[in-house]
């Protein structure tokens, strides 16, 4: 199982973003996919969620910011940040929840990670 992140970078403060997040195309089924952010030294904190039946979960501290989405045929989570922040430099991480089989458990797999830096 492969989570392949992307869209990081280098951007000014009060730009926009969007991240992307795309799992192996042979994977058949993906429950919810979700974002992470984690700056050195720090826990790798929840961020925003999207289920397989499009309902959507953020942190507090980014709603009305950030907006997760999800495209099945692509297999991919977006994460589209608003309005950046310096505070939101970090590295942010995916995940999926993934059933390699149709009747086996789900397991939540991680991608590695896509470098975000704002600038002020």
């Known amino acids: 199982v492969q989570l392949q992140a992307s869209g990081g970078g280098l951007v000014q403060a009060g730009e926009s973003l969007r991240l992307s997040c795309a799992a192996s195309?042979?994977?058949?089924?993906?429950?919810?996919m979700g974002w992470y952010h984690q700056t050195p030294g720090n826990r790798r904190d929840f961020v925003a969620a999207?289920?397989?039946?499009?309902?959507?979960n953020y942190a507090d501290s980014v709603k009305g910011r950030f907006t997760v989405s999800r495209d099945d045929a692509e297999k991919t989570v977006y994460l589209l940040i608003n309005t950046l922040k310096p505070e939101d430099t970090g590295v942010y991480y995916c995940?999926?929840?993934?059933?390699?089989?149709?009747?086996?458990?789900?397991?939540?797999?991680w991608g590695r990670g896509t470098l975000v830096t704002v600038s002020s």
């Open positions: 195309k042979r994977i058949q089924h993906i429950s919810t």
């Open positions: 995940n999926a929840a993934i059933s390699i089989n149709l009747g086996r458990p789900y397991v939540t797999y």
């Open positions: 999207v289920t397989s039946g499009g309902a959507s």
